[in-house]
């Protein structure tokens, strides 16, 4: 799917050539597997007025919808149905959670109609993954995927996913990895932590463009993003070594190579000379 | 940053119903609404029971709008419209069963969905809808 987006990279393709090379074989995975995360469509819990209000980019057709600057792409969320409406090959649900309502069309093939969507009735909780349309300005759900709920614990545990997932778009996944999204939610001291040690407003509006990087990729971009001479040359690597070490424990060799994979991902390039870097805008 | 303009019906369109999910401490600011609530079915008096609120508070529910409504022991998840901060009627209930977990965490989590960084993704900030 194309991808304007200029967050993510595009595919592949080192970077401003320079002296620095791909030539490490090594590489290849971690830079590749970072890229598949940051390029993978992402299952987001949403509550159903978090899609009335996302962002739209104008102009654009369904796929630019974001939320806090993140692209919307799947969605899942839990719901009740209020009213069904039967069609031949499509069935419409008007759902609403206490947030809101919003319209949900699901495709039907012969199996699906026969089985589980024959119990989706007016008051049933259902879990519904897909994504979001938009027709003559009016908002609606493209499900690819309706559920009955049956225990109805998932209706508080989606309301917990969806406010640990803003959190970790908002500071970042706890690990230093992009690994799986399991950070859990353990209450609200450690919540209230993370607010408290929670960054300026100008880099908390940047480094929601690298959440998806792990340390000390992250920590490299948000720093050459707050850098005064970033668009004016850069910064170099001793300067970007002593910016982040506060921040993190990686060794000078770790810092080379995330500097090499960052190239790699287009996200730095070099200015003045091999180990000066600046951000690509 | 990539242009990211609002589209003007998200703005001033309201989201549709919302029955913003409450502890009994805030019925208070949510007079003339409509809310949720995770209650535990304490006692049933006919045209009225007598429920707990996910943060210990109790009151009363008039059930005169839903004379069929079937209220089983011992949680439900019910909407109804405040009254005043401590007469509410009941619009309808789900059942719940028992809850797996001590019922404090609800409180916890609707606390934690009314706080000023989640609110704009649930209940929205403004007080009417």
């Not at chain 1, 949403?46 to 369904?62: C, E, N, P, Y």
Request: glycine share 10%; charged share 20%; aromatic share 6%.
């Amino acid at each position: 799917m194309s991808n304007p987006n200029p967050y993510y990279p595009k595919s592949g393709g080192s970077g401003g050539g320079g002296g620095f090379m791909a030539s490490q074989g090594s590489q290849a995975s971690p830079g590749g597997s970072a890229q598949r995360v940051a390029n993978a469509p992402a299952l987001r819990p949403v509550t159903i007025r978090m899609l009335q209000k996302a962002d739209h980019a104008t102009g654009d057709s369904d796929s630019a919808f974001s939320i806090d600057g993140i692209p919307l792409q799947n969605l899942t969320l839990v719901a009740e149905v209020l009213r069904v409406e039967p069609g031949d090959t499509n069935r419409r649900y008007g759902i609403e959670d206490s947030t809101g309502e919003i319209d949900a069309r699901c495709w039907l093939d012969a199996a699906s109609v026969k089985g589980d969507m024959a119990h989706i009735t007016d008051g049933s909780t259902v879990r519904i993954v897909g994504t979001l349309k938009v027709f003559n300005n009016k908002r609606s759900i493209n499900a690819a995927h309706i559920r009955l709920v049956t225990d109805q614990h998932e209706v508080y545990y989606h309301k917990l996913d969806v406010m640990a997932t803003i959190l970790q778009h908002r500071y970042g996944l706890t690990n230093n990895n992009t690994g799986n999204a399991a950070a859990p939610m353990t209450g609200s001291s450690t919540a209230a932590a993370y607010a408290h040690a929670g960054p300026s407003s100008q880099v908390a509006a940047i480094s929601s463009r690298f959440v998806h990087l792990g340390s000390p990729h992250r920590l490299i971009c948000e720093f050459l993003a707050g850098h005064p001479s970033m668009g004016n040359g850069g910064a170099d690597v001793k300067t970007i070594v002593n910016g982040i070490k506060h921040l993190s424990n990686a060794n000078s060799a770790e810092i080379a190579l995330a500097l090499d994979q960052l190239m790699e991902q287009g996200l730095i390039y070099n200015t003045a000379d091999d180990t000066t870097y600046d951000l690509v805008e | 940053m990539s242009s990211r303009q609002r589209s003007s019906t998200t703005t001033t369109e309201s989201t549709g119903i919302t029955a913003p999910e409450v502890s009994s401490a805030q019925l208070g600011s949510y007079v003339g609404r409509t809310v949720s609530l995770t209650v535990k079915i304490l006692q049933l008096l006919g045209d009225r029971a007598i429920i707990e609120a996910c943060d210990g508070g109790q009151l009363e529910v008039s059930l005169r709008s839903c004379p069929d409504v079937h209220l089983s022991n011992p949680y439900a998840y019910i909407k109804c419209h405040v009254n005043g901060p401590n007469a509410v009627t009941l619009l309808s209930a789900k059942d719940l069963g028992n809850l797996n977990f001590p019922v404090g965490l609800v409180d916890e989590m609707v606390k934690m969905t009314h706080e000023p960084r989640f609110k704009e993704y649930f209940w929205g900030n403004k007080k009417a809808q």
